[in-house]
């Protein structure tokens, strides 16, 4: 498989580039400090085509490019990781409703895909962190629907979505083979949140849901009791390959301020750069981003040619936020006092991009999926 991109992919990363860097990263500094929610931002996503890119064609979408969305992800971190994250987001959902036999489903699909609705994901509880299968939210079958009742927990952008996809137990006791799941309507009198205070991540906001005996249409049934807990399985496969591509647009801006500070200051009468101390790191990790790059582009291009990629993806988890964290503490680091400040926004930066070492599965849990496809579940054992 080769990893050079065609002309129509060039083209759509330079028209992508010069989108995020002229219309977000001079804004980035002052967004990621506060906890307003990115509106004008996200209208301005969807208005370049950049919320649609998994929605079909027929829809009105770009019809699902994955290697496109990849780039996108890459190019809108540079410029505000957090803007990133909604590309990675708001298209991950797309493509998760938008083929659903439900046409209410169908509808909210087209409403994420145009950034007038915000989703989100709703499966950690307080007391089940990546034992999806262990969940307490009950989801009891009523006439015309199920009622959902528990606590979902460190649900990014939990403040401010309209909508949240929620797994849930129908069968107390019989683990992932009676969860479900469901999208919710945050808008319900029988949905709360709550705020969480993070480091990072202030715009987008992350927090707790919780569902007292509320509603859900069959309408809203995205996956019956038995198939819910695979189809996210799924998802993440998607979800943790965009995230290596967010890591390393996030921490490639981070590099090449160092580089830019490099040639630009002096020491001892020659530019910093001039120390193998310092060039060497940069060196370093801009071999290791770049070796991130390629292994998600591959899994895109095997999930967009429907091959397994649950392997890569988790070694693209694990790898890439690491990756990513060091390459922007190096930066900090050969920035020197200026750095350390909140002067520049390299702290913002390592900031937003920490957590991904914990969300969508930490890196234990990705490297036991990884040892168990090289070993075997027989030797390695567990659930």
């Given amino acids: 498989m080769t990893f050079v991109l065609d002309d129509e992919h060039l083209d759509f990363q330079r028209e992508t580039r010069r989108f995020a860097r002229t219309e977000l990263l001079e804004g980035y500094h002052a967004r990621a400090a506060s906890t307003q929610f990115p509106y004008a931002e996200q209208k301005k996503l969807a208005a370049a085509g950049l919320t649609n890119l998994c929605l079909p064609e027929a829809d009105g979408g770009q019809g ?22 909604l590309v990675f987001s708001t298209n991950v959902l797309v493509s998760m409703l938008a083929g659903h036999a439900s046409p209410a489903v169908r509808e909210c699909a087209a409403g ?10 709703a499966v950690t509880e307080p007391s089940v962190g990546s034992d999806a299968g262990a969940l307490s939210t009950r989801a009891e079958r009523v006439t015309g629907g ?22 849930a137990q129908t069968e107390p006791g019989s683990k992932a083979k ?10 319900d009198d029988t949905v709360s949140s709550q705020r969480f205070d993070d480091p990072g991540f202030k715009p987008l906001g992350r927090g707790s849901i919780t569902m007292d005996a509320t509603m859900v249409p069959d309408d809203h049934l995205l996956a019956p009791p038995g198939t819910g807990f695979g189809m996210v399985l799924r998802e993440f496969d998607l979800s943790r390959t965009l995230i290596a ?9 981070a590099l090449d301020s160092a580089i830019a500070y490099s040639r630009e200051r002096t020491t001892f009468g020659r530019p910093l750069a001039a120390n193998q101390g310092v060039s060497f790191p940069i060196a370093e990790h801009a071999t290791y981003l770049a070796a991130v790059r390629a292994l998600a ?46 002067e520049l926004p390299l702290q913002s930066l390592l900031r937003d991009i920490s957590g991904y070492q914990i969300g969508d599965g930490t890196p234990q849990i990705q490297k036991m999926i990884i040892a168990r496809d090289l070993i075997g579940r027989d030797a390695i054992g567990g659930v």
């Fill in 178 to 187: 009676g969860i479900g799941a469901f999208l919710v309507r945050t808008d």
């Fill in 297 to 342: 582009l591959h899994t895109l291009g095997l999930r967009q040619a429907g091959q397994p990629h649950t392997t890569q993806a988790a070694m693209l988890k694990w790898w890439a936020p690491k990756v990513a964290f060091n390459a922007i503490q190096e930066s900090v680091v050969l920035h020197g006092q200026v750095g350390w400040s909140d």
């Fill in 112 to 121: 994420v895909a145009s950034g007038d609705v915000l989703g989100c994901w």
């Fill in 146 to 167: 199920w009622r959902l009742t528990g606590e979902k927990t460190s649900v990014t952008m939990a403040p401010h979505a309209d909508l949240a996809v929620v797994l």
């Fill in 64 to 85: 699902g490019d994955l290697i496109a969305l990849g780039l996108a992800c890459e190019e809108v971190s540079y410029a505000d990781p957090n803007c990133g994250y």
């Fill in 245 to 253: 591509m967010l890591c390393v647009g996030t921490a490639q801006r």
